[in-house]
């Protein structure tokens, strides 16, 4: 419990953040007279310092200086306000003028003082006020949250009303949509519910619609939605799913949570059955109420072919002409794949320091000889969808690294990487990484020439199978980043927990931090964030000279994108190579390399 909350031993944890040790010295003492023995102090002198200090245990209140050996001006704030959102922070600073007080005020700082004129024995008064201030406003948010949840939530069985549903639905597909990804829907309608509310009163059928709420919600992953549509209605949003099996795998887990008896009370136990139906973006609709129609229409079809004695047809809303146009397109597809349609285009990524490559992703492209160069976002989804994944990754993965081989051959002491992205489907694949180390080992491959690039909700979704499969890869030598970083929901503490050597900045926040003060600031923290914790970050979608130099300030200074050079086919890199050559060896390595 911290100070803001009411800690009850009265202590005040405390976190002095500042570089200069006569400054951090009278800081301290001051505190100390004020505060006594109810304060834990502690103390760094860096922003890495602080932000590791922050995720070692619980802080009350921040007293910061912004010119930092490692951050200077509101990138420190906001590197602090990113660990600790919720934390009070007052600047103690040396440099402070009114505009930069104003912004700082803005992102976050409860008080702007100047040591030039504010004597710190003034400080820890000002700290008090910012606890409380605080206390304060996390009781009218906690207020605000409570009257929102009721407005929200069926208050029954607390789970997401209506409106709440829809509005995730809506933001899923609209996600699918512009990446490329599918959503799926089960429509849950319990069978014989009206006889048993009307026969044992409608106490008893309450219960039975919380217990059936609990049961949904321990069955479906952490990331789906579960809401009350009314009367004895459920919905389950599944986001990002991969393919049908994904739904139609749910589906069965959620019928049999139901079959184990519902304990009514006095003694009294029912079974209840449902029926359930599902559907997925975008073949079945690309709409909230289309994919609700279309899991509608599937639920009644379930129920009425189990009550005439026989199994259904495919419990999904899915019409017979789409289902023959994705078959199309699957064959269509398969073709592509044996005939060597596909072929993996390669862009760089530049240390701008050396203007030398160290490294490049592995792209996909499918030139088809009829429609031309097809989009990947075209086809991804689908052979993702149809499992096609799992082999026109093996081809990916087998390519780059045979191409990484003759790259470090042809430049000796290269130490160039090459970043194949992988997909849930080969992530969730029974002994993937088995068969990693086995191209790694057909090709000839060192194992720190490859890099695995994953996606946030990838491994999240997955849960701890995903984390396991993560750590056999890295135990072959292989280093993992995270794609796309910010847009997803990884966490610190998976950050902490999954065995990654960085992370990319995803190019939504690059493209715009010179136009954004708020994009700035939020490439500003990460890059921090992964020097405070020891990663490797790379910034993606890097177009033009001033984005790359303002990332250079920030001491980003390994980047990607059209700048430098899109991604080409293998036999076009030669011409790369010339305008950045590939990185070498360090002296010291070499050495120990061949020692």
């Given amino acids: 419990m911290?100070?803001?909350?009411?800690?009850?031993?009265?202590?005040?944890?405390?976190?002095?953040?500042?570089?200069?040790?006569?400054?951090?010295?009278?800081?301290?003492?001051?505190?100390?007279?004020?505060?006594?023995?109810?304060?834990?102090?502690?103390?760094?002198?860096?922003?890495?310092?602080?932000?590791?200090?922050?995720?070692?245990?619980?802080?009350?209140?921040?007293?910061?200086?912004?010119?930092?050996?490692?951050?200077?001006?509101?990138?420190?704030?906001?590197?602090?306000?990113?660990?600790?959102?919720?934390?009070?922070?007052?600047?103690?600073?040396?440099?402070?003028?009114?505009?930069?007080?104003?912004?700082?005020?803005?992102?976050?700082?409860?008080?702007?003082?100047?040591?030039?004129?504010?004597?710190?024995?003034?400080?820890?008064?000002?700290?008090?006020?910012?606890?409380?201030?605080?206390?304060?406003?996390?009781?009218?948010?906690?207020?605000?949250?409570?009257?929102?949840?009721?407005?929200?939530?069926?208050?029954?069985?607390?789970?997401?009303?209506?409106?709440?549903?829809?509005?995730?639905?809506?933001?899923?597909?609209?996600?699918?949509?512009?990446?490329?990804?599918?959503?799926?829907?089960?429509?849950?309608?319990?069978?014989?519910?009206?006889?048993?509310?009307?026969?044992?009163?409608?106490?008893?059928?309450?219960?039975?619609?919380?217990?059936?709420?609990?049961?949904?919600?321990?069955?479906?992953?952490?990331?789906?939605?579960?809401?009350?549509?009314?009367?004895?209605?459920?919905?389950?949003?599944?986001?990002?799913?991969?393919?049908?099996?994904?739904?139609?795998?749910?589906?069965?887990?959620?019928?049999?949570?139901?079959?184990?008896?519902?304990?009514?009370?006095?003694?009294?136990?029912?079974?209840?059955?449902?029926?359930?139906?599902?559907?997925?973006?975008?073949?079945?609709?690309?709409?909230?109420?289309?994919?609700?129609?279309?899991?509608?229409?599937?639920?009644?079809?379930?129920?009425?072919?189990?009550?005439?004695?026989?199994?259904?047809?495919?419990?999904?809303?899915?019409?017979?002409?789409?289902?023959?146009?994705?078959?199309?397109r699957e064959e269509r597809l398969r073709a592509a794949l044996d005939a060597g349609e596909l072929a993996v285009h390669y862009q760089p990524q530049v240390d701008v320091t050396t203007q030398r490559i160290v490294g490049l992703e592995a792209l996909l492209r499918w030139h088809d000889p009829d429609l031309g160069m097809v989009a990947p976002s075209s086809f991804l989804p689908l052979a993702e969808d149809t499992g096609l994944i799992v082999p026109i990754g093996d081809l990916v993965l087998r390519e780059a690294c045979a191409a990484a081989v003759s790259w470090r051959r042809e430049h000796k002491d290269s130490e160039m990487r090459v970043g194949v992205n992988l997909s849930a489907v080969q992530l969730r694949e029974k002994g993937f990484e088995q068969r990693v180390s086995r191209i790694l080992e057909d090709t000839g491959c060192p194992a720190d020439a490859l890099v695995l690039e994953l996606t946030e909700s990838s491994a999240l979704y997955e849960g701890d199978q995903a984390l396991d499969t993560l750590r056999a890869i890295r135990e072959l030598g292989i280093q993992l980043v995270v794609d796309d970083f910010g847009v997803g929901f990884a966490s610190l503490a998976f950050l902490r927990e999954a065995p990654l050597a960085g992370f990319k900045i995803d190019r939504r926040f690059v493209s715009r931090m010179l136009t954004d003060e708020r994009d700035f600031a939020i490439v500003s923290a990460l890059v921090t964030l992964a020097r405070g914790l020891g990663l490797h970050v790379v910034a993606e979608g890097v177009e033009t000279l001033e984005q790359s130099q303002r990332l250079a300030s920030l001491m980003c200074t390994e980047q990607q994108g059209h700048f430098f050079s899109p991604a080409v086919p293998l036999q076009a890199l030669a011409q790369v190579f010339r305008a950045h050559p590939p990185a070498v060896m360090s002296m010291s390595r070499r050495t120990r390399a061949t020692a």
């Fill in 2 to 328: 911290s100070a803001a909350d009411g800690r009850a031993d009265g202590m005040i944890r405390v976190l002095l953040v500042d570089n200069e040790e006569g400054d951090a010295a009278r800081s301290a003492a001051a505190l100390g007279d004020a505060f006594g023995s109810r304060m834990a102090l502690v103390h760094a002198a860096t922003l890495a310092d602080a932000i590791r200090l922050l995720m070692e245990g619980p802080v009350d209140v921040a007293m910061l200086e912004l010119d930092l050996p490692d951050a200077s001006g509101l990138a420190t704030l906001a590197g602090v306000r990113g660990a600790a959102p919720s934390m009070p922070i007052v600047l103690y600073t040396r440099t402070l003028d009114d505009s930069t007080a104003v912004r700082a005020l803005r992102v976050g700082a409860q008080e702007c003082l100047c040591k030039d004129t504010t004597p710190v024995e003034h400080v820890p008064r000002l700290l008090r006020f910012a606890i409380e201030r605080q206390r304060h406003l996390a009781a009218l948010d906690a207020a605000r949250v409570a009257a929102a949840h009721r407005a929200t939530h069926d208050p029954l069985t607390g789970l997401a009303n209506r409106g709440l549903f829809l509005d995730h639905l809506d933001r899923a597909l609209a996600f699918g949509a512009r990446y490329g990804r599918k959503t799926g829907l089960l429509f849950v309608d319990l069978d014989g519910f009206k006889l048993i509310n009307d026969s044992l009163g409608h106490a008893v059928g309450d219960r039975l619609l919380v217990e059936v709420a609990q049961r949904l919600l321990g069955t479906v992953r952490r990331s789906d939605a579960v809401a009350r549509l009314g009367g004895d209605e459920f919905v389950v949003l599944l986001p990002d799913v991969n393919s049908r099996l994904d739904v139609a795998h749910v589906r069965e887990m959620i019928l049999g949570c139901l079959t184990e008896p519902i304990d009514l009370g006095d003694g009294r136990f029912e079974r209840i059955a449902a029926s359930v139906g599902g559907a997925m973006s975008p073949l079945d609709g690309t709409t909230a109420q289309e994919l609700l129609d279309a899991s509608d229409v599937a639920m009644y079809r379930d129920k009425y072919a189990r009550r005439r004695g026989r199994m259904p047809t495919p419990v999904f809303g899915l019409r017979v002409q789409d289902e023959t146009i994705a078959h199309q």
